[in-house]
């Protein structure tokens, strides 16, 4: 298992902005299958974004197409968020599980590694 650490996280006014990231120090992301997931209070665990870092594809979840964005680099994942709304208001989390990403890249399952979270609260 990696051990990931998520930050960024904050309040902000709906509307705004917030960029996530995430730290495996030790490690580097080639070849992984990583993913940004979130959890409301009394919701399920989310899928919202993924990547493959060694191919740089991206996937997203509709309730966040088009406003978030995943990256990374060598060493941090990434989670641009923009327009934020009340309803993205969660823990995220993110996940890492070694080879390609899936065809069930959104199932928590399939990820083998998760950080502690951060948690994003968004106001109306």
């Known amino acids: 298992q990696v051990p990931l650490v998520e930050s960024g996280g904050g309040s902000v006014q709906a509307g705004g902005s917030l960029r996530l990231s995430c730290a495996a120090p030790?490690?580097?992301?080639?070849?992984?299958?990583m993913a940004w997931f979130r959890q409301a209070p009394g919701k399920e665990r989310e899928g919202v974004a993924a990547?493959?870092?060694?191919?740089?594809r991206t996937y997203y979840s509709d309730s966040v197409k088009g406003r978030f964005t995943i990256s990374q680099d060598r060493a941090n994942l990434y989670l641009q968020m923009n327009s934020l709304k009340p309803e993205d208001t969660a823990m995220y989390y993110c996940?890492?599980?070694?080879?390609?990403?899936?065809?069930?890249?959104?199932?928590?399952?399939?990820?083998?590694?998760w950080g502690q979270g951060t948690q994003v609260t968004v106001s109306s």
């Open positions: 996940a890492a599980q070694l080879g390609r990403c899936s065809t069930s890249v959104f199932v928590r399952a399939g990820y083998k590694s």
């Open positions: 030790g490690y580097t992301y080639s070849g992984y299958c």
């Open positions: 990547i493959f870092t060694g191919g740089w």
